[in-house]
């Protein structure tokens, strides 16, 4: 039987498998630097000369020198012609071949080859008017786009007009059905002509990994709708299976890492300013098809996408798809209301690089987004939260993994780790639910002393809030400095990380009486002294928007420092009666154990009329 074997079907092969993977099949392989090395199937040997090129995908034997692609493997591997192994891996990895010919589609192939070539016109038509078109290059100047990176990337311009394009590619001999399937022109309703789709736009060419450009994106210099306008699928370009940058990629990056982006500028942004390794998916949601691009050159992938509602969607959405593919994701957390394009034109390289570092995990991630959805000083959304996280933290294979988020998640909350563990267990998950809500918000208690107590404290969570506005509040304004030491010092601070802050921002504005608020360049500089501190946490902090919070700010402050109070106080309460249980379990107490005894009973009888004068 034969089979139709053609330009397209190998590229499809190509794009959609590894060679790691496959080599693997046959061959033990370990890491070695930037390859992967192994004993030679090809040749009996005792040390590994066998070597294969995860970003090249080649592979090479030094001992026999046999060597070359993915089917050039399975051909030598499985002693196959070269039809043959095409067919092997397509039905390995799930591509169907038409039967028919082996021969190339030539009708089909010269077709590619003339849209390859309208749009490599087209392309050099839009950059040529870019250079002449003044409000184009203003646009492009405003967002600080050199003129090296205007190059590298191609970009141009479709001036406006409705036959711009058309009749250029017509005079350069160009048939009105090539340049329609090109998806350049379209025919209008009344079938009485054609129209150019790209009208006064700039123009990105988007370029495959073999250097051809394959299809186009445009952007309105006005307010005219839609704001992007990108190529319809052709016979050489889907946008499933492509990724804006890739071929830069390609050339520039050390594949070390890539960063998945949303848009053309955000790409183009990034590379002006340095940053040689983003991409963008085109005017559709990521595919899995673009995840398996991803991971063929890169061996780190982080997601930067937008920080509104539609962003958060799209950063879960792609880490479920990159994590499907193998891939462990991290997620770049911009501040509210930012795209990369207007970070980095901002606050420049440093800083983004500074977000590239604080970069969250897959489940940090989750903890974080939940973070800004429920307010944990609050009993119900404090369930809710845990409850989320929970569902995150049962898809961990790793115990270790879990147990170490059970403690976090369990510090954050104040709930009890054993009650966590449940919940990620998913076991009798409604009733510690209730136990919650009837024992710290219906004032019920169901515990006796020989139960296991689910909840610790659910003063541990607002104590901890309270201390991170109160620092965020000092750093954006010494007024609420001054209102705050005068109630609090710093030794009040009881987390690490707010107590360390304290004591800088306490420093600072007494060494520096001109301060009317700090700058955070000061305040990480005074921290790289600091050790064992949670960078992530400081972060958090530092991105705090308080724009939302109560407009009396005042009232707020002092609504914080009660709480501080408030749960100094619980934590003094638990101590004492910590003491007071270390006695009554003694079977020989003395005379000094009785009056201690009798010390600390009154030390919680005031402790809890002043807790009661507080609610």
Known sequence: MAYKINDDLIEKIHESSDLVDIVSRYVQLKKSSNNYVGLCPFHNEKTPSFTVSESKQLFHCFGCGEGGDLITFIMKIENLSFVEAVKFLADLIGISIEEGSNEFDNKIKNEKEKIYKINKEAARFFYYNLRNTSAA???????????????????????????????????????????????????????????????????????DIKDRVIGFGGRVLDNKTPKYLNSKDTLVFSKGNNLYGLNLI????????????????????????????????????????????????????????????????????????????????????????YDPDDFIKKNGLDEFKKLEDYALNYVDYRIYINKQKYELTNYEDKIKF??????????????????????????????????????????????????????????????????????TTVLESAHLTAEKTLIKLMIENRDHYNIIKKDVKEDDFLNHENNILARIIYNEYDNNPCFMKLELKNIRNRLKNENNIDMKYIYEIINMDTKFLSEDKNKLIMDLINTIKYSKLKVKRKEIIRKIQEIEAKKDRDEGDVNEFKILCLKLTELDKELKSRI
């Open 250 to 337: 390609k050339k520039n990056s050390n594949r070390e890492k890539i960063i998945l982006v949303e848009g053309y500028m955000d790409v183009i942004s990034l590379f002006n300013y340095g940053i040689n390794y983003a991409v963008a998916s085109l005017g559709t949601a990521f595919t899995q098809n673009q995840a398996k691009l991803l991971k063929r050159y890169a061996k780190q992938v982080y997601i930067c996408f937008d920080s509104d509602n539609a962003g958060i969607n799209a950063t879960n959405k792609a880490f479920n798809i990159l994590r499907k593919e193998g891939i462990k994701p991290k997620a770049i957390i911009l501040p509210k209301n």
């Open 137 to 207: 290059l203003k646009y492009l100047k405003d967002r600080n786009i050199e003129k090296k990176v205007i190059n590298k990337f191609g970009l141009g311009y479709a001036l406006d007009g409705w036959d711009s394009i058309y009749n250029y590619l017509r005079e350069k001999g160009y048939s009105e059905e090539d340049i329609e399937k090109s998806g350049l022109i379209g025919k209008r309703k009344n079938n009485t002509g054609y129209y150019d789709k790209f009208r006064n736009r700039i123009m990105y060419p988007i370029i």
């Open 386 to 455: 845990t409850k989320e996280v929970a569902k995150t933290l049962r898809e961990l294979k790793s115990p270790i993994e879990k147990d170490v988020y059970i403690d976090k998640v369990s510090m954050d909350t104040g709930i009890s780790k054993e009650a966590i563990r449940r919940e990620v267990l998913d076991k009798d998950s409604k009733s510690v639910t209730t136990i919650y809500k009837d024992k710290y918000i219906n004032g019920k208690n169901r515990y006796n002393k020989n139960d296991i107590m689910p909840i």
